[in-house]
C-alpha cells in the first residue's frame, strides 16, 4: 500500500483479549490519540501489523499488512513518543497538576503520570469529571501480572477506562 504525501506513520502497541498487536498507524487527517478518543469511530486501521500472545510476546500469531481493530475491545495503548499518544489540544500543552497513578487492567499493572485539574488526586472525582472513555498516562511502565519478565516503557499509554479494576495515586 502506497503511503499518502505528508501523513506520518506512529508505531505502537495495541492491548486487547490477552494479546498485543504491534502495528503502525498512519496520520493522515487526525493523530493517533485523536482517533482513539473519537467516540464517532469505533474502529482503527493498522499497517504492518504483528499479533503475539500476552504469555508469549516473543511469537508471532499473525501478520496482518492491514488489519482493523474494534477500539471498544481495547485495553490499552502504548506509544514510544509522548507525542504520539496526545490528543491534538494536549500537543499545545497539559495543563494542570501531575500525579504519579497505578492501575491494573487484564493481564497488566501499569504506573504512568497523570496530568489533572484536581489539586488533590481523587481517583472516583477524576473518573467521573474529568476522565472521558480512555485516559491518557505519561512516561509509563506496564508490567505482566503473569509473567515477570515482560514489561513495557512507553512514552505514553492510552488506557481505556472501562477496562480499569484499580486505581489511584501512587506513593514513593
Known amino acids: 500500500m502506497k503511503q499518502a504525501s505528508g501523513s506520518k506513520k506512529v508505531s505502537a502497541e495495541f492491548f486487547a483479549h490477552g ?6 498507524y498512519i496520520i493522515r487527517n487526525q493523530l493517533l490519540a485523536d482517533v482513539i478518543y473519537d467516540p464517532t469511530t469505533d474502529y482503527l486501521l493498522l499497517h504492518d501489523a504483528y499479533l503475539s500472545p500476552i504469555m508469549h510476546p516473543a511469537r508471532i500469531s499473525a501478520y496482518y499488512k492491514l488489519t482493523l481493530m474494534d477500539k471498544s475491545n481495547l485495553d490499552f495503548v502504548l506509544t514510544v513518543n509522548q507525542r504520539d499518544g496526545l490528543r491534538r489540544d494536549q500537543h499545545y500543552g497539559i495543563p494542570g497538576n501531575r500525579f504519579t497513578v ?3 487492567l487484564p493481564y497488566f499493572e501499569i504506573t504512568g503520570d497523570l496530568f489533572t485539574t484536581m489539586k488533590i488526586f481523587h481517583p472516583k472525582s477524576y473518573i467521573t469529571t474529568e476522565a472521558s472513555e480512555f485516559i491518557t498516562l505519561l512516561d509509563v511502565t506496564a508490567h505482566s501480572t503473569f509473567n515477570p519478565d515482560v514489561s513495557y516503557q512507553a512514552g505514553a499509554a492510552l488506557i481505556h477506562r472501562s477496562k480499569l479494576s484499580y486505581f489511584g495515586e501512587k506513593l514513593s
Open 19 to 24: 494479546y498485543r498487536m504491534s502495528g503502525t
Open 102 to 104: 497505578y492501575l491494573t
